[in-house]
């Protein structure tokens, strides 16, 4: 993985418990000016103004670095890593999963993560019927 420039822009889905608690851990954590988050599920998201669709935004994380390189899944959370402090824990877990098998293995696991994902429990009552994530499938 290409080393990414700062400042990184995060999209999430805010209407996952799991992911927000996730991004507002490392809102609380990351140096000022380093990561942007950005919620996919506000209804001002216009994923289209970055060539992809709302559905692609929704199956996986999205990174986007300030040279305009997508990560996406495990590598985003690589790139989100590295935007913290070097001594930090998430520093640590950068440096773990470039490690060849551990890497894989994490791949697995997010996959499998983001397929059951849409089981997870919702923030708020209402997104049953209003986010885009078909809870149904």
């Keep these: 993985m290409q080393q990414p420039r700062f400042p990184l822009t995060v999209f999430y889905d805010g209407s996952c418990r799991v992911c927000a ?3 507002d851990r490392y809102r609380k954590k990351a140096p ?3 990561i942007n988050f950005v919620d996919i599920t506000d209804p001002d998201f216009d994923a289209g103004a970055y060539g992809k669709s709302l559905d692609d935004f929704m199956k996986q994380l999205h990174v986007l670095d300030a040279d305009g390189r997508f990560y996406l899944a495990v590598d985003g959370f690589r790139a989100i890593w ?12 950068g440096r773990l ?7 894989s293995l994490a ?11 849409k089981y997870l429990p919702k923030k708020s009552k209402t997104c049953d019927d209003t986010c885009p994530l078909d809870h149904r499938k």
């Design 107 to 117: 791949q697995i696991g997010y996959r499998l993560f983001a397929r059951g994902r």
């Design 32 to 34: 000022p000016g380093r």
């Design 82 to 93: 590295q935007a913290m402090p070097g001594s930090s824990l998430f520093g640590l877990l």
């Design 97 to 103: 999963v470039r490690l060849p098998g551990v890497y």
């Design 21 to 23: 608690t996730e991004m």
